[in-house]
């Protein structure tokens, strides 16, 4: 599985010791966690990041911005008016990111899925204003929805994920603010 890069889980190796144990007739095999850690240091393996992100700021220079910059500036606002929002994205197809390998094995990951939800949410510092969630799919009427009534969402749908975020600054931040 490994050569196909396929992650392989703790889960995944116990369910196939469960497997090889039935096959030859061990029953009181349970395949528990002690059993999986000692598998593993007895033949080498160890959980590896298959792919990451390296850091780009220095974690000084972000913690003496917010002691002293950041200080600064809000001394003079309300927690109730300092807002923020901020897009992410949904990969909802992506596979685990580590993976059991033996410890001189080259680990090399597969393309992940591009498949994606863009999520904005908002809130002010106190959490008392809570901006209504916004999801930007690609599809019209995704399948999950099909029968639901209402949601607690948001919901808009483009190709491209651009012009929903547009509509929801416009119009959600529009009728926050004047709040």
């Keep these: 599985m490994r050569d196909k890069n396929v992650p392989i889980s703790g889960p995944f190796i116990i369910e196939k010791a469960l497997q090889f144990a039935k096959a030859l007739g061990y029953d009181l095999f349970r395949g528990s966690n002690g059993w999986l850690e000692k598998f593993k240091r007895r033949h080498g393996i160890m959980a590896k990041v298959i792919s990451g992100e390296s850091k780009d700021v220095d974690d000084n220079d972000s913690e003496n911005w917010i002691t002293e910059t950041l200080s600064k ?3 003079d606002y309300k927690p109730e008016n300092i807002s923020n929002s901020n897009e992410t994205a949904l990969f909802f197809q992506c596979l685990p990111q580590k993976t059991l390998a033996f410890k ?4 090399f990951g597969g393309k992940q899925s591009k498949a994606r939800l863009t999520v904005m949410l908002g809130s ?11 999801v930007i799919g690609r599809s019209k009427n995704p399948r999950c929805f099909k029968g639901a009534k209402s949601l607690e969402i948001d919901y808009d749908f483009n190709k491209k994920n651009l012009e929903g975020r547009q509509k929801f600054v416009k119009n959600g931040f529009k009728s926050w603010i004047n709040v």
């Design 73 to 75: 500036i809000l001394k």
């Design 104 to 107: 001189k094995e080259k680990c």
């Design 124 to 134: 002010n510092m106190t959490g008392h204003q809570k901006l209504k969630s916004l």
